[in-house]
């Protein structure tokens, strides 16, 4: 069964907080990992590329946990403009040939004042 | 710059009704896709394309038909619209097969079906 599971927020920060988000795949065979940012009546852009090593770009994070089917992402020092929805994105290989990407419901941050 | 472009951000159609919903690519990808994404249920695959004149069916197919006559467009249709179709529709394109291209989205284009 493909299911990605996200926290289910929303979180409220005040600015200059970290925050972490969480999220877990179901299926092992998972080959690429991805975290999208949404903004309010957006459409949905590609913030950063998970990497079993970790990566980080700037103040975000991201960590990927293989055998845990885990994946997360750490903003430092929030600002305004991170308010967004945070979507955790699996990539799958489907057994027909192809591979499709799976949606979680998404995490939405808001940084406050 | 990638664009992705929906013919229509905003549409009202009647139950019942054919509705046509046009989706154009710039980047010459060989993939797109159509998502419906709605409160509490996040985005789900509706229909998607590897290649011209090819078509497979996502997670919810139900009630959608789609046509690729051509690499750059891809078009969602609803034969007979019904009130639970009633959505934001996102077209989304990307270069390769492999998965681990980034997926292009259009602005999306929200459909009430009264």
């Known amino acids: 069964r493909k299911e990605v599971e996200q926290d289910p927020g929303p979180f409220n920060v005040p600015e200059g907080a970290t925050v972490a988000f969480n999220c877990t795949y179901s299926?092992?065979?998972?080959?690429?990992f991805f975290w999208y940012r949404q903004d309010c009546r957006k459409e949905p852009k590609l913030l950063m590329s998970v990497y079993s090593s970790g990566n980080e770009d700037g103040r975000f994070t991201a960590q990927l946990n293989r055998a845990s089917q885990y994946i997360s992402l750490l903003i430092r020092d929030s600002k305004l403009s991170d308010s967004a929805t945070y979507l955790c994105v699996v990539n799958m290989f489907s057994g027909a040939g192809s591979y499709q990407l799976t949606f979680g419901k998404g995490t939405k941050l808001s940084v406050i004042p | 710059d990638v664009k992705v472009t929906q013919s229509s951000r905003y549409l009202v159609k009647r139950t019942g009704e054919k509705v046509f919903l046009e989706c154009v690519q710039d980047?010459?990808?060989?993939?797109m896709f159509w998502y419906r994404q709605d409160p509490g249920l996040g985005l789900r695959l509706i229909y998607f394309?590897?290649?011209?004149?090819?078509?497979e069916k996502g997670d919810i197919p139900e009630g959608y038909s789609v046509s690729r006559e051509k690499k750059e467009r891809f078009s969602l249709i609803l034969e007979s619209a019904s009130t639970n179709q009633t959505s934001m529709y996102l077209c989304?394109?990307?270069?390769?097969?492999?998965?681990?291209?980034?997926?292009?989205f259009g602005e999306g284009s929200r459909l009430t079906v009264l």
């Open positions: 980047m010459d990808h060989e993939n």
């Open positions: 989304a394109s990307s270069l390769s097969t492999s998965g681990s291209r980034e997926l292009f």
């Open positions: 299926n092992s065979a998972s080959q690429s």
């Open positions: 394309s590897y290649d011209v004149k090819m078509k």
